[in-house]
Every structure is written in C-alpha cells, then in structure tokens.
T-cell receptor, first 114, second 115 residues
Framework: DQQVKQNSPSLSVQEGRISILNCDYTNSMFDYFLWYKKYPAEGPTFLISISSIKDKNEDGRFTVFLNKSAKHLSLHIVPSQPGDSAVYFCAANDSGGGADGLTFGKGTHLIIQP | DTEVTQTPKHLVMGMTNKKSLKCEQHMGHRAMYWYKQKAKKPPELMFVYSYEKLSINESVPSRFSPECPNSSLLNLHLHALQPEDSALYLC??????????????FGSGTQLSVL
C-alpha cells in the first residue's frame, strides 16, 4: 500500500507561470516532508522540506505548503524556468522511528514549455 | 565537503562476477543508506546504517551484502546478481541528529547492468 502518493505522473507548464506539484500521504506518523528534484541517471537533489509544526516554508522560487488535516502537501515553483524540467519526488519521514529512511512517492515529471 | 561520492559511476557485470560499490561522505553524518531505483520508479530503500550499525535491511536478497567500515564509508558487495538487479544504486547520508529528522543527501549513483 502506497503511503506517499503523487497522482500526476506528468505536468506541463509554460515558462514564467506557476508550477504546482501535489502529494498526499496516508501515514499519520509522518511528521517531516521533503521534495527532491531528479534528472535521469543522477541522484535526487534536495530542494525544500517542511516540518509538521509548520504549514508553509519558502526558499526563493520554491514554496511548500502542508495541510495536515487533509494529509496533503504541495510544491509551488514560481516563476517556472526551463531548468526546472525534471522529475520531482515527494518524500516523508517519521522522526520518531529511528533511522529508517524516507518513503518516496512515484514522482511527477515536470516539463516547462518555452 | 558537502558531497556524497559514489564509485564507480557505471558498472557492467556478469552473473558470476563479484564487485563492490563504494560510497563516501565527509559531512560527519551518522546515518547512511543504500537505495535501488529502476527507471520511472521511486527509490526503494535497501539498507540503513545508523552509527555504523545495520539498523534496517528491507528483505534484500543475500546476493547484496552491505558493509560500513567506518562512519565515512559505505560499501555494497555484489555477488551472483541477476539481470533484474540492473538498476541505479543510490547511496545517501543524513545528519540524523537530535529529533530524529532524516534529511538525506544523495550521491549521483552507480548505474549497474547485469548481463
């Protein structure tokens, strides 16, 4: 059973507009959430994270929003740039569980159109 | 040094070969991880070392054998692999300090092909 879900396999956005990537989770024990960006045949690169005690975290063009009651988070990229084209993975962690790694969603392929 | 370094970047091996993947970090991180990723799939956790002790083994076949010689190094020994083991193998590390939050930093991976 998937505990972290990214229901949009791909998303196409025009350059300069806002990209919104969505993620849902089912495990109530998750309390730390991360977004990673990945190019083919490379390792994921950390983008931004949020703790469950917050509902928003912003870093430059990237903002992550967390709605705990809905078990939903989203990543906003504004303005979108061609270099943002990549696969974006949502990941979650239970900080009370010891070192047990991250649970990843299946990813969303973001394509920025010129 | 803020990198996780993996070698080799590419590896082709036969089903009877023995090879090792290496991973190194000098960020003082106390948790290290091996993940496996197939094309168009998310990374799948294989092993976790916490303070140089194996803490998680996600039912990985014994043809994969992890080793953590010290806090900076992580190896994955491979023996008698199958073609379906072909994948991108990712190493990661995490500070894993007080609070238990795991923020993983990944290496660039080893692209493994088993013939």
């Amino acid at each position: 059973d998937q505990q972290v879900k990214q229901n949009s396999p791909s998303l196409s956005v025009q350059e300069g507009r806002i990209s919104i990537l969505n993620c849902d989770y089912t495990n109530s024990m998750f309390d730390y959430f991360l977004w990673y960006k990945k190019y083919p045949a490379e390792g994921p690169t950390f983008l931004i994270s949020i703790s469950s005690i917050k509902d928003k975290n912003e870093d430059g063009r990237f903002t992550v929003f967390l709605n705990k009651s809905a078990k939903h988070l989203s990543l906003h990229i504004v303005p979108s740039q061609p270099g943002d084209s990549a696969v974006y993975f949502c990941a979650a962690n239970d900080s009370g569980g010891g070192a047990d790694g991250l649970t990843f969603g299946k990813g969303t392929h973001l394509i920025i159109q010129p | 040094d803020t990198e996780v370094t993996q070698t080799p970047k590419h590896l082709v091996m036969g089903m009877t070969n023995k090879k090792s993947l290496k991973c190194e970090q000098h960020m003082g991180h106390r948790a290290m991880y091996w993940y496996k990723q197939k094309a168009k799939k998310p990374p799948e956790l294989m092993f976790v070392y916490s303070y140089e002790k194996l803490s998680i083994n996600e039912s990985v076949p014994s043809r994969f054998s992890p080793e953590c010689p010290n806090s900076s190094l992580l190896n994955l020994h491979l023996h008698a692999l199958q073609p379906e083991d072909s994948a991108l193998y990712l190493c990661a590390s995490s500070p894993f300090e007080g609070g238990g939050i795991e923020k993983l930093f990944f290496g660039s991976g080893t692209q493994l092909s088993v013939l």
